[in-house]
């Protein structure tokens, strides 16, 4: 084992991130400042950097901020016979569906997939009712770090979403919940809803808001990006990239280069945009 006296020892990320939170933060206002510091300082990579602010993020959010809202919801009608509806759950790709009777407010339970290969296997006896799990109920205001909790305790992955008047209001998934931890949401402690859209950073670059439209966009910067086939820069962005991106992945085009700094699974919440001079083009050849 390396002995942390050795001259010759290197000290992990940890160490040295340990080392520089010696100053004890008052507040989290600190405490996510003093990351920051350590991130630029290359004691912490953007991964380790997203991770953490998400754990202290998770515990101020509530179900409604991440879960798939009713309009959204991917949902099998019980009065379907599975020749009908299994081209959408092909089609759709999800591992797991409410039931309905009906409409949405009236959910039966929840059919895996996976249990449909019992439909290929003996499609004469096979009934979905049989194949239903139990649904389980929570309210909007949950948070999110107590749904987790009770995700992983209750061996759950998917739950309803109901408002106050008892009718169905969306779903979440434990994959929602964890895209808060896992995605970078750094974005989150450097401006909030009611301050800019775009806000420069100290290197330079411009931090930009998804839903920022591309008109104010070219304002900011002085870009000419063209906003006849989308309006945000979240679009614009998609549209280059061909799918929705994954924080971390970059595109170049126009000049500027465009990295994705938190997104999930259905769209991009905010980016990082960097002007490419000749010099900065022929140092990433």
Excluded: C
Excluded at 102 to 121: E, F, M, Q, T
Excluded at 187 to 205: K, L, M
Excluded at 231 to 256: I, S
């Amino acid at each position: 084992m390396d002995d942390p006296s050795s001259p010759s020892h290197k000290p992990s990320w940890l160490e040295r991130l340990t080392h520089f939170l010696l100053r004890e933060p008052e507040n989290r206002g600190e405490l996510v400042e003093i990351l920051h510091s350590a991130f630029e300082r290359h004691l912490l990579d953007a991964d380790a950097l997203g991770m953490i602010e998400g754990v202290l993020n998770v515990g101020d959010m509530q179900v409604r901020d991440v879960m798939v809202p009713r309009s959204q919801m991917d949902v099998i009608d019980i009065s379907q016979p599975p020749s009908a509806f299994i081209p959408f759950v092909i089609e759709t790709a999800h591992s797991r569906f409410p039931v309905i009777d009906g409409n949405k407010d009236h959910v039966l339970g929840i059919l895996l997939a996976k249990d449909l290969l019992r439909y290929y296997a003996n499609d004469e006896d096979f009934d979905v009712r049989d194949m239903l799990r139990p649904a389980v109920f929570i309210p909007e205001a949950k948070r999110l770090n107590v749904l987790l909790k009770d995700f992983r305790n209750n061996r759950n992955h998917m739950a309803i979403v109901v408002d106050e008047y008892g009718g169905v209001a969306g779903l979440v998934t434990i994959e929602d919940v964890m895209e808060q931890i896992v995605g970078d949401i750094e974005d989150e402690y450097d401006y909030d809803e009611t301050e800019d859209n775009i806000v420069v950073d100290r290197r330079g670059y411009w931090r930009v808001k998804g839903l920022t439209e591309i008109a104010d966009l070219n304002e900011e910067i002085g870009s000419r990006f063209s906003d006849a086939e989308f309006d945000t820069v979240a679009g614009l962005v998609t549209q280059h990239f061909g799918h929705v991106p994954k924080r971390g992945e970059a595109v170049e085009f126009d000049g500027f280069r465009f990295q994705i700094v938190r997104a999930d699974s259905r769209r991009v919440h905010s980016v990082l945009i960097e002007k490419r001079t000749v010099e900065t083009e022929e140092e990433s050849r």
